[in-house]
Nanobody, 116 residues
Framework: QVQLVESGGGLVQAGGSLRLSCAASGSIFSINVMGWYRQAPGKQRELVAT???????NYADSVKGRFGISRDNAKNTVYLQMNSLKPEDTANYYC??????????WGRGTLVTVSS
């Protein structure tokens, strides 16, 4: 089992920055890919960014150049640095860990609200 706990959400003005954190515990050795997803009210959950154990990253087109995903293996923590935030970035942000066998673990989410 893997437990994921997000933090760092909040209210920020458009153009501002936030850094989200996802602390992992449990059988973290089984995780191959860590990522961030978001879900806005009335919309489906969508991928924001992922990073593999080998360092490969993938970003949604809507956040490329503005968001950055990083991992601190010593702290078992994944970060999402969000810059130049827009009102359309408002959503609940979820951390996800995926094992080699395809098992997904999700955190409970952290709310990001960007005011115009």
């Amino acid at each position: 089992q893997v437990q994921l706990v997000e933090s760092g959400g909040g209210l920020v003005q458009a153009g501002g920055s936030l850094r989200l954190s996802c602390a992992a515990s449990g059988s973290i050795f089984s995780i191959n890919v860590m990522g961030w997803y978001r879900q806005a009210p009335g919309k489906q959950r969508e991928l924001v960014a992922t990073k593999t154990n080998s360092g490969m990253t993938n970003y949604a087109d809507s956040v490329k150049g503005r968001f950055g995903i990083s991992r601190d293996n010593a702290k078992n923590t994944v970060y999402l640095q969000m810059n130049s935030l827009k009102p359309e970035d408002t959503a609940n942000y979820y951390c996800r860990g995926v094992t080699a066998s395809g098992i997904s673990y999700w955190g409970r989410g952290t709310l990001v609200t960007v005011s115009s």
